[in-house]
T-cell receptor
Framework: DSGVTQTPKHLITATGQRVTLRCSPRSGDLSVYWYQQSLDQGLQFLIQ???????AKGNILERFSAQQFPDLHSELNLSSLELGDSALYFC?????????FGSGTRLTVV | TQLLEQSPQFLSIQEGENLTVYCNSSSVFSSLQWYRQEPGEGPVLLVTVVTGGEVKKLKRLTFQFGDARKDSSLHITAAQPGDTGLYLC???????????FGAGTILRVKS
């Protein structure tokens, strides 16, 4: 157990739908990062939150949004889903050092 | 185009052999990290190197950061089947606050 908890582990949904992925960072970590991992793109940075505020944005689509709550857990919202959104979505937290990743959510859009 | 280029993309070797994985870039990084990822799991941090020329050892794994902080290598001595996995390098750019990952090297060690 890395200390970073992601739910759900698997998600299967239809095109056009909306889903929410949840992440609880390691205790004490203020930063949360979201990454998308696909076979052809590798690990791509989506967005970072630090203590509730957006800190950095990467290759995140406009259909995707995220937020970090006062208890520091974070949610990644994916809407108008397309087949190409099928991927592993990872959350990571850090305390200035290396990142600690969760086990990911495998999203399959059918 | 990847900011960090890893090579080789895939490596299949016999138990006991040595191997080196390379991570190259034209950009300077304030630090570089190596991760190992197994199927169905998230990447796990192996090491962080921050000083140009730095060498770190983790049992049979040796990590080196280039003098100019643009490249790194991971050398595994006497590879074992348990070393099988996806090895990822990731760099933190100067004045940046997000890690950029290479595409990874898939290592398979056969017994």
């Amino acid at each position: 157990d890395s200390g970073v908890t992601q739910t759900p582990k698997h998600l299967i949904t239809a095109t056009g739908q909306r889903v929410t992925l949840r992440c609880s960072p390691r205790s004490g970590d203020l930063s949360v990062y979201w990454y998308q991992q696909s076979l052809d793109q590798g690990l791509q940075f989506l967005i970072q939150y630090y203590n509730g505020e957006e800190r950095a944005k990467g290759n995140i689509l406009e259909r995707f949004s995220a937020q970090q709550f006062p208890d520091l857990h974070s949610e990644l919202n994916l809407s108008s889903l397309e087949l190409g959104d099928s991927a592993l979505y990872f959350c990571a937290s850090s305390d200035r050092g290396g990142y600690t990743f969760g086990s990911g959510t495998r999203l399959t859009v059918v | 185009t990847q900011l960090l280029e890893q090579s080789p993309q895939f490596l299949s070797i016999q138990e006991g052999e040595n191997l080196t994985v390379y991570c190259n870039s034209s950009s300077v990084f304030s630090s570089l990290q190596w991760y190992r990822q197994e199927p169905g799991e998230g990447p796990v941090l192996l090491v962080t190197v921050v000083t140009g020329g730095e060498v770190k050892k983790l049992k049979r794994l040796t990590f080196q950061f280039g003098d100019a902080r643009k490249d790194s290598s991971l050398h595994i001595t006497a590879a074992q089947p348990g070393d099988t996995g996806l090895y990822l390098c990731a760099g933190l750019k100067e004045y940046g606050n997000k890690l950029v990952f290479g595409a990874g090297t898939i290592l398979r060690v056969k017994s």
